[in-house]
């Protein structure tokens, strides 16, 4: 399995960016996917996951401004995220894990995509 993040950048506190995940090697459509980030000085984290169904979780520190959403047909799992905060600022990155599953269990990641939100 292979996963290629894209889509981060530098924006301002308030901004927002559309991050992508293309994974391959997998039947897309059966697995749930989960977004992680690591902060500097920090531990891998979870922050959204969507089941194979639809059905979407989310950390706390990020309801109601990040949107995780797929696209079957392209094998892309989506991280919108809106006013963003500095302590957004982190390294993403996408898994075919259920919700819930400890990054330190997962041996297979993708080189990520940087976000870094300062003024």
């Known amino acids: 399995v292979q996963f290629v993040e894209s889509g981060g950048g530098l924006v301002q506190p308030g901004g927002s960016l559309r991050l992508s995940c293309v994974a391959s090697?997998?039947?897309?459509?059966?697995?749930?996917m989960t977004w992680y980030r690591q902060a500097p000085g920090k531990q891998r984290e979870l922050v959204a996951g969507?089941?194979?169904?639809?059905?979407?979780n989310y950390v706390d520190s990020v309801k109601g401004r990040f949107t995780i959403s797929r696209d079957n047909a392209k094998n892309t799992v989506y991280l919108q995220m809106n006013s963003l905060k500095a302590e957004d600022t982190a390294i993403y990155y996408c898994?075919?894990?259920?919700?819930?599953?400890?990054?330190?269990?997962?041996?297979?990641w993708g080189q990520g995509t940087q976000v870094a939100v300062s003024s």
């Open positions: 898994n075919n894990k259920v919700w819930g599953v400890s990054p330190a269990t997962i041996r297979s």
């Open positions: 969507i089941h194979y169904t639809g059905g979407t």
């Open positions: 090697g997998i039947r897309f459509g059966a697995y749930s």
